[in-house]
């Protein structure tokens, strides 16, 4: 998946999510180096609209700095789980219930337009809350 083709997609879904939800309009992608930022798939600065996104996956290197990996791209339902979570995060700053909800209307959104939204990346956020949470099954 070319760079340019995966960033004019982050584009073209954020504003329609952006639309069809009344959220800030004007946003700004930056990638999300390793060196910046090794453990997170994205960031969302609300005051500016900059919205910070990883697409290609890191590895850690032998003297302990994380690079950009060679397996390629992160995968598409990632990349897209990871913008509708800081899409979310226009509108509600924490993690809570209401933010699980909202971030799962918008999974259920970018889902309707055709792309594939991963359930595991953001755990509870994106789907509900008791989504994760093993269930105990008694014995009979």
């Not at 397996?71 to 913008?83: C, H, K, P, W």
Request: with cysteine.
């Amino acid at each position: 998946m070319a760079d340019a083709t995966v960033w004019h997609d982050i584009f073209i879904i954020s504003q329609k999510v952006t639309r069809h939800f009344g959220l800030k309009r004007k946003l700004r992608f930056e990638p999300i180096l390793a060196f910046t930022c090794a453990r997170m798939d994205g960031d969302c600065l609300k005051s500016s609209g900059l919205i910070r996104l990883r697409v290609h996956r890191i590895t850690k290197g032998k003297d302990g700095t994380w690079k950009r990996s060679n397996r390629g791209a992160v995968a598409r339902s990632t990349i897209m789980a990871s913008l509708g979570h800081e899409l979310a995060h226009l509108r509600i700053d924490d993690h809570g219930p209401k933010f699980r909800e909202f971030t799962l209307e918008i999974a259920n959104f970018i889902r309707s337009l055709g792309e594939p939204v991963s359930r595991k990346i953001h755990g509870p956020s994106f789907g509900p809350s008791h989504y994760n949470k093993s269930k105990k099954r008694s014995r009979k």
